[in-house]
Nanobody
Framework: QVQLVESGGGLVQAGGSLRLSCAAS????????MGWFRQAPGKEREFLAV????????GYADSVKGRFTISRDNAKNTVYLQMNSLKPEDTAVYYC???????????????WGQGTQVTVSS
């Protein structure tokens, strides 16, 4: 019912910045919480950031706190992840997700994007 389409990934040098976008379509619910996760090869999917439906509340993993910023534009049905001061250990496939709950847990999200590759070189 809901599709999430991501863009903005790519190759960047350490210390650089990228902004990821995720546009929602279909039977969207503007009251969905939105989250960002990432997964490196051979590793578990890792929570990064979450934002409430209103945008008033955000939460971050310690590994990205102070470097990444999540935001949303409900008029455009789009969520963003601004990534600054990127490190080689940030290299992973990045996923956006939508769900009914404000949560840091992967299993609570109902819809997922296809993933976009972010590679940070040293």
């Amino acid at each position: 019912q809901v599709q999430l389409v991501e863009s903005g990934g790519g190759l960047v040098q350490a210390g650089g910045s990228l902004r990821l976008s995720c546009a929602a379509s279909g039977r969207t619910d503007r009251r969905n919480a939105m989250g960002w996760f990432r997964q490196a090869p051979g590793k578990e999917r890792e929570f990064l950031a979450v934002i409430s439906w209103s945008g008033d509340t955000t939460g971050y993993a310690d590994s990205v706190k102070g470097r990444f910023t999540i935001s949303r534009d409900n008029a455009k049905n789009t969520v963003y992840l601004q990534m600054n001061s990127l490190k080689p250990e940030d290299t992973a496939v990045y996923y956006c997700a939508a769900g009914r709950y404000y949560s840091r847990t992967e299993g609570t999200y109902d819809y997922w994007g296809q993933g976009t590759q972010v590679t940070v070189s040293s």
